[in-house]
């Protein structure tokens, strides 16, 4: 084989490898954002459709409480898996951000929106209700989440209630099997006792997942939604 021949088909070669991982770099920058944007849309408009129907709660006993003693009320749905059940806002993100929240963080969820970590407290209950989105790909959901600071407002909404979360620090970064990060009353984050809590959790660093950045906040109030959108939303 000769020297020229050889030189070509490297040539060749390199030319097949470079538009390979170009096309790669494409589908990871825009092809991936565009699926999320699609998926988003599905799950939000999901959640609307279901929020015109009223809330859903889980059925009534069917055995009549005993004399004198008040009636339970119904226990509240179950999360479903891969389903969305509320939105989150983050006014420190910029007008417009708004992201659906999940259950469960399966690879294929988070792709669609946040994921609830199943396990952890149901949103506005006393406890951790802690939450995953990816830094980068399928839409950037916590791309700017360096930028959290402590008394940023986190607002969510399950169609009935808004529930605003303020941040208490800045971002703490951790290794992915730090799973304290999101016990009833996550390690680390200054918390002393029971509370309503909130953790979101991404990747770190921005294109790689070797750590995490953790940000914590307490539940600073809540509001009907038929009041009209909480203060934070203004601030």
């Known amino acids: 084989m000769s020297v020229r021949l050889i030189v070509r088909t490297f040539s060749e070669l390199c030319i097949t490898v470079g538009a390979l991982i170009v096309l790669f770099v494409v ?4 092809w991936t954002g565009v699926k999320a944007a699609d998926a988003t849309e599905g799950q939000i408009d999901a959640l609307h459709s279901r929020w015109a129907q009223g809330p859903v ?5 069917q055995s009549s409480p005993a004399p004198g003693k008040p009636k339970e009320s119904p226990a509240p749905a179950a999360y479903r898996d891969g389903k969305p059940f509320a939105m989150m806002y983050i006014p420190r993100f910029g007008k417009g951000w708004e992201w659906p929240v999940l259950e469960n963080t399966e690879v294929r969820t988070l792709q669609k929106g946040l994921g609830h970590y199943s396990g952890t407290a149901r949103l506005g209950a006393t406890g951790n209700f802690a939450v995953a989105g990816h830094r980068r790909t399928y839409g950037d959901p916590f791309k700017d989440f360096p930028k959290l600071r402590p008394g940023d407002a986190v607002v969510l909404t399950d169609g009935t209630t808004w529930f605003t979360y303020r941040v208490d620090k ?6 992915p099997s730090d799973v304290g990060v999101i016990d009833p009353v996550p390690r680390k984050s200054g918390f002393d ?3 309503r809590y909130l953790t979101l959790t991404t990747c770190d660093p921005e294109w790689g997942s070797s750590h995490r950045l953790i940000a914590w906040a307490h539940l600073d109030a809540t509001r009907p939604v038929s009041e009209g959108k909480p203060a934070a939303f203004h601030s």
Not at 27 to 30: G, H, M, T
Not at 57 to 61: G, L, Q
């Open 27 to 30: 589908y990871v920058l825009f």
């Open 57 to 61: 709660s889980a059925p009534a006993p």
């Open 193 to 195: 006792g029971p509370g």
């Open 170 to 175: 800045r971002p703490y970064r951790t290794v």
